[in-house]
């Protein structure tokens, strides 16, 4: 590999200094841009020698670092701000990396390296914060959809996280909707962190000569998530509904990080306010996360207000919301056993295959499928066929229509025997509906259902009726009969 020479890269170093000065904004944006990569670059290729008092790291690009994050360069410099100290606090752990695979080398360096990184970060907190502070929205929203990123960089050197937590904080009250709700989108992923921190309220002088091991320091401190968890209660009543649909999406993430105790405490009593939000996509978006929640308290508690917001949804006036609910019931079914779903949301799931809009219908039937495969076919036998069959007698041939797409869908997910003896019946004897497009939808679903069967069911109950369907007198339910007729004699006569 060719070796570039040491003065090369200072060389080299020093016309990119020269682009981060330049008169021109647009020249300093891109060299702004790429500052980040080039520190990592740098820290990769010499080593430790870069982090020396005398390195270019310490002596040139951190200054260049604090030149571009400076108040007096326009919004589009300070953008990239955030991402150069990502870059930086990335670079620092590489050279630990690095370090820690010789163990003489550590031994050696280890106080060096501790030294410097510990100088060097202590230069790139205030960069960090004062981003929080800035006028610029945008430079606020890029640093909250990055905090995650910067905890990540940062969380291995001790005392750091007596910063970032109270600047994140910061970003989840801050003025603009938009920031706030970045910074929810970020709340699970910076709770995620093993690092200790102060509780709110208790101030150290200087949080980077604080150790972590300090035995008076650790009794007080808490995990980052159970301090964050404390300000979940006020993100539930945000004005905006886009920050507190983003917490829903989210929020629950905490409750492996905190345990059942404190999970109830502080975690609970924010998502029994999120299930009834005045919002549809909030409720939505915390009926999706629940099973992390579940897993840790179980569902007792959340019974009794779950079944509101779910019946709430379920008839709510836009059809999007209602069918996001039809595609998370397996889910919840899941979540919430056999016993809860059959006596509160069965009869929902059922009955949106009278819904207004088709989509919804057909969604419905679909949902019968999913639910059979979850619960298995014996209950689908006893719970769900003789509602579905029931629909037959509707006099909406819309329904009548609906009812055989959800016994097909049924069909397909039980087992053999079951589906020969309890769905096939009820689909064939559809085929003597009065109104046409209950009739060929038996054609087509019997062109989906016949491969199940052996050669024996196909030739003494399929083909009777599809011939039957063949000589129809509507022409789209003779098409769809030949169609399905067809289809069945490939697939059996290959296995003649």
Request: glycine content about 4%; charged content about 25%.
């Amino acid at each position: 590999m060719f070796l570039i020479p040491v003065w090369t890269k200072s060389t080299h170093i020093q016309y990119f200094a020269n682009l981060c000065r330049d008169e021109a904004p647009m020249v300093r944006r891109i060299a702004s841009r790429n500052l980040g990569s080039l520190i990592y670059a740098v820290a990769e290729s010499m080593g430790l020698s870069s982090i020396a008092e005398n390195g270019p790291i310490s002596t040139t690009l951190l200054d260049l670092l604090e030149v571009l994050a400076g108040g007096d360069q326009p919004d589009s410099v300070r953008l990239h701000t955030t991402e150069n100290c990502v870059c930086f606090g990335n670079a620092m752990t590489l050279l630990r990396g690095k370090n820690a695979s010789d163990q003489s080398i550590m031994d050696q360096n280890e106080e060096f390296i501790t030294t410097r990184s510990t100088a060097l970060v202590k230069r790139i907190l205030p960069l960090i914060v004062a981003t929080i502070d800035d006028r610029s929205w945008r430079v606020r929203w890029t640093a909250a959809s990055k905090f995650a990123s910067v905890v990540q960089a940062f969380s291995p050197f001790k005392g750091t996280m007596d910063a970032l937590v109270p600047a994140y904080e910061k970003l989840l009250q801050d003025p603009e909707a938009e920031v706030r709700t970045s910074a929810a989108l970020n709340l699970a992923e910076v709770a995620k962190t093993d690092s200790k921190v102060y509780p709110a309220g208790l101030i150290t002088e200087d949080v980077m000569d604080c150790s972590e091991d300090d035995s008076g320091s650790q009794e007080r401190r808490v995990s980052v998530a159970e301090r964050l968890a404390q300000r979940v209660m006020a993100l539930t009543e945000d004005d905006s509904e886009n920050v507190r649909a983003a917490l829903a999406m989210v929020a629950t993430e905490l409750a492996p990080l905190l345990g059942k105790d404190v999970t109830i405490t502080h975690l609970l009593p924010p998502m029994l306010l999120l299930l009834r939000d005045s919002t549809s996509e909030v409720r939505l978006n915390i009926i999706s996360s629940l099973s992390l929640l579940t897993d840790v308290i179980g569902d007792e508690l959340l019974s009794q207000s779950l079944f509101p917001a779910i019946l709430e949804l379920a008839e709510d006036g836009k059809w999007r919301i209602r069918m996001a609910v039809i595609e998370r019931m397996p889910l919840l079914a899941k979540q919430l056993g056999k016993d809860f779903f059959n006596d509160k949301l069965l009869e929902l799931c059922v009955g949106w295959l009278g819904d207004d809009i088709s989509s919804i219908r057909e969604a419905a039937a679909k949902n019968l499928k999913e639910l059979t495969s979850l619960l298995g076919s014996e209950w689908a036998i006893q719970h769900l066929l003789p509602r579905v069959k029931a629909m037959m007698e509707n006099p909406s041939y819309l329904r009548r229509m609906n009812a055989v797409q959800g016994i097909v869908y049924m069909a397909t997910a039980m087992d053999i025997n079951n589906a020969q003896l309890e769905a096939l019946p009820i689909l064939l004897e559809m085929a003597c509906d009065t109104v046409p497009n209950v009739r060929f939808n038996v054609a087509k679903g019997l062109g989906i259902v016949g491969p199940l069967f052996n050669q024996f069911v196909y030739e003494s109950q399929i083909i009777p009726i599809l011939a039957l369907l063949k000589d129809d007198p509507d022409r789209d339910v003779r098409y769809f009969a030949s169609q399905a007729s067809d289809s069945l004699r490939n697939v059996f006569d290959r296995e003649l």
